[in-house]
């Protein structure tokens, strides 16, 4: 932990606040076990989307299912760190209604990718 890392005080430089942004980033990316899985399935849209050289509306819809998807994991990883900030390890059933719910908005994100995955990539292998 470096002394990046105790500041409490707002960020004063563009920078700063950058370099806080990726740490946050890489932070998701590298320690959340389901981004792997987010990161495969988008690497394998991204190089079918090559492969069947899909249209650009095509590609909007692929590059927004995989931000969209994304997006919503840092979301439920916010919602998780919070959640642990606050009950420390105490059963609350508070604590559980929030991230189950914050579970399903990833799977629904999730769900929706693979919709537009479907729609978009089934036709091109008939
Ligand atoms: N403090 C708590 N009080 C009540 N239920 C909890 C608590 N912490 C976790 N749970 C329950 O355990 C489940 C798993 O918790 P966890 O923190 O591992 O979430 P997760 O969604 O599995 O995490 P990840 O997204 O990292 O896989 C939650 O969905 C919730 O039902």
């Not at 919602?79 to 390890?89: F, K, N, P, W, Y």
Request: proline share 2%; net charge positive.
């Amino acid at each position: 932990m470096d002394s990046h890392d105790k500041q409490t005080t707002k960020n004063h430089r563009f920078t700063q606040a950058l370099y806080h942004a990726i740490h946050g980033t890489w932070d998701v990316f590298s320690r959340e076990r389901n981004m792997r899985y987010h990161v495969t399935a988008a690497v394998v849209a991204v190089i079918a989307g090559f492969w069947f050289k899909i249209s650009e509306q095509e590609w909007l819809w692929i590059i927004f299912a995989i931000f969209f998807v994304f997006l919503s994991e840092f979301a439920n990883t916010v919602a998780e760190s919070l959640t642990d900030l606050i009950v420390r390890g105490r059963y609350d059933p508070l604590a559980k209604r929030i991230k189950d719910v914050s579970a399903g908005s990833v799977l629904l994100s999730a769900t929706f990718a693979v919709i537009v995955g479907a729609i978009i990539f089934i036709p091109k292998f008939f």
